[in-house]
């Protein structure tokens, strides 16, 4: 008798997912981004990749980006269309800030501009909605934490994901 062959959920290779950030306002600050992380799926109760990103963080006297680059896994639980998610993004992220005018970020100078890299780490909780075999729809809260010797940020997000 042969074998029915996997569900493509199921299939080893995860073609890829992209990630829309939404707005980020904290202090008047606004951010938004993309994310693309490609990787396995583990079975149909998780997901372990890696990806790329690029955040924008905007505010009247500054612009910083940030451009991280992680490791990823993701839990699922439930079995129906609609399941719950978790999951975590470590790495490392290059980080170029932009001040300009007179703030408290400019050590005296009209304009500042530094590159640095820090340690980049996510922790996201949301739901999961899976539309077709190849087509999954995620929106997630999400905590993003950069720091390195001379920068930090903490950031909460809410993110709109397609999987496909």
Request: glycine share 12%.
């Amino acid at each position: 008798v042969p074998k029915a062959s996997k569900p493509a959920s199921s299939r080893a290779l995860k073609i890829g997912a992209a990630t829309l950030t939404g707005f980020i306002l904290d202090n008047y600050k606004v951010a938004s981004g993309i994310t693309v992380t490609m990787g396995s799926y583990l079975g149909n109760k998780g997901f372990l990749g890696g990806g790329l990103g690029c955040d924008i963080i905007y505010k009247e006297d500054y612009i910083n980006y940030h451009i991280p680059i992680y490791t990823t896994i993701r839990g699922f639980i439930g079995k129906s269309i609609a399941q719950f998610t978790y999951g975590t993004r470590i790495g490392v992220a290059v980080v170029d800030c932009n001040y300009r005018g007179n703030t408290n970020y400019t050590y005296g100078h009209t304009n500042y501009h530094d590159v640095t890299v820090t340690s980049y780490s996510n922790i996201n909780l949301g739901l999961r909605l899976v539309c077709t075999k190849k087509f999954a729809i995620t929106i997630t809260e999400e905590s993003d934490i950069y720091l390195g010797k001379r920068y930090f940020n903490v950031g909460w997000a809410l993110r709109l994901g397609f999987e496909f």
